[in-house]
């Protein structure tokens, strides 16, 4: 099982990023995935999840609501986060993760850094 994380850069606040998580090893709608972010300083924090196909439930952290999206494409295995309106503070190495039935994250992606500056 294998995650990787991508699309990550440098954006001036207000901008937009769409993150990639390319997986490999199972299939993204049989698992709920998350998007996680540590900002420096701070305790790494889930900010989105979408769970397995079955359920096609999401969950956004208040801080993101409304300007990130999550999605996943099962043709490519891969789950995206769309981030708009970015601001200095969404600065940070984002992760992607699989989540396990009992709420665990039992595999990570590499982590991808968005910098959000003027």
């Known amino acids: 099982v294998q995650l990787q994380a991508s699309g990550g850069g440098w954006v001036q606040p207000g901008g937009a990023l769409r993150l990639s998580c390319a997986a490999s090893g199972f299939t993204v709608d049989a698992y709920a995935i998350g998007w996680f972010r540590q900002a420096p300083g701070k305790e790494r924090e889930g900010i989105s999840c979408i769970d397995s196909a079955n359920e096609r439930r999401t969950y956004y952290a208040d801080s993101v609501k409304g300007r990130f999206t999550i999605s996943r494409d099962t043709a490519k295995n891969t789950l995206y986060l769309q981030m708009n309106s970015l601001r200095r503070e969404d600065t940070a190495l984002y992760y992607c993760?699989?989540?396990?039935?009992?709420?665990?994250?039992?595999?990570w992606g590499q982590g991808t850094l968005v910098t959000v500056s003027s």
């Open positions: 993760a699989r989540v396990t039935s009992a709420g665990g994250r039992d595999y």
